[in-house]
């Protein structure tokens, strides 16, 4: 995995966030932090990001409000969101805007390096299928 952006408004918890990813044992090159979901969208609009972890609620732009301008982009990374609200109707509005895990605050290490081993598994077929496709044409 190359690339994933952290949005968490609250430094501590993005902080955390970030040192578990850095310990999940997955290789990523870099990891951005936005504290903002305009800030991660800023990001994601420049940069190929594979995967982004976000939080619902967020000063100027919210978690569901950067899944929905997310969802528009040709090339949209693989998220994770997470909440302190157990809140299924959350829950089901994220996923429908193309969500691939919901974790509830605060974080299990063990729940964040599972839902990152699955994205970077589906980040590696993907990556094999358009080498695949790539190597049909030439």
Do not use: W
């Amino acid at each position: 995995m190359k690339r994933i952006v952290i949005a968490e408004d609250e430094k501590m918890i993005r902080q955390g966030i970030k040192v578990m990813v850095q310990r999940s044992g997955i290789e990523i090159e870099e990891i951005i932090e936005c504290k903002n979901g305009l800030e991660a969208l800023q990001v994601i609009n420049e940069k190929k990001v594979d995967v982004m972890i976000t939080d619902i609620r967020m000063p100027k732009m919210d978690g569901i409000t950067l899944m929905k301008e997310i969802s528009k982009l040709e090339d949209k990374p693989k998220v994770i969101v997470i909440s302190g609200y157990d809140d299924f109707s959350y829950a089901v509005e994220l996923l429908r805007s193309g969500a691939r895990e919901y974790l509830l605050k605060p974080v299990e290490r063990e729940k964040l390096a599972h839902a990152l081993q699955l994205l970077e598994n589906e980040v590696k077929a993907e990556e094999d299928q358009d080498k695949h496709e790539k190597e049909k044409v030439e």
